[in-house]
């Protein structure tokens, strides 16, 4: 078995790096943004695509970093209906990403259609408790969600 690489995300190519106004992740119809009104520096990864492109684990989406009066991070999941599995996907990048221990973290997982959300699941209570243990929160939405930084 190979050997766990923990990444840095310094090592690759992001998004924005300025103060943006509506810094979004969005695909298949699902899209999630953040309202900035409070003008913070903005810096986004596409974690899918760009930092693990020629990785074969599981992983989610997007990283979108604000740099507020701290650092918080919010993890992107755009997902069809299998909420367990886009759980799965971020656990596993948070896992392989170096992340001080002082940014706060949050997951937004949004899914498509109104399938039946099971929060009992084991993957979305792990997340939801590692969010609550960084400072944030886990919250799911449907195709898509606006939020206020």
């Not at 953040?34 to 492109?53: P, T």
């Not at 599995?85 to 940014?103: D, F, H, Y």
């Not at 979305?124 to 969010?131: F, G, I, N, R, T």
């Amino acid at each position: 078995m190979a050997e766990k690489m923990i990444i840095d995300l310094e090592n690759f190519i992001f998004e924005y790096g300025k103060v943006v106004s509506y810094p979004s992740a969005s695909e298949g119809g699902r899209s999630f943004t953040l309202d900035n009104q409070s003008k913070y520096v903005v810096r986004k990864w596409a974690v899918d695509k760009i930092v693990f492109k020629d990785r074969i684990e599981e992983r989610c989406d997007y990283l979108i970093e604000v740099q507020g009066s701290k650092l918080v991070y919010y993890w992107v999941e755009l997902k069809g209906k299998d909420l367990a599995k886009a759980c799965r996907q971020v656990l596993t990048t948070i896992g392989l990403i170096n992340i001080s221990e002082e940014i706060c973290q949050e997951t937004r997982i949004i899914t498509t259609g109104t399938c039946k959300i099971d929060i009992r699941t084991k993957e979305y209570q792990l997340l939801y408790k590692l969010m609550l243990k960084k400072g944030g929160l886990l919250k799911q939405y449907t195709n898509q969600a606006t939020e206020e930084i």
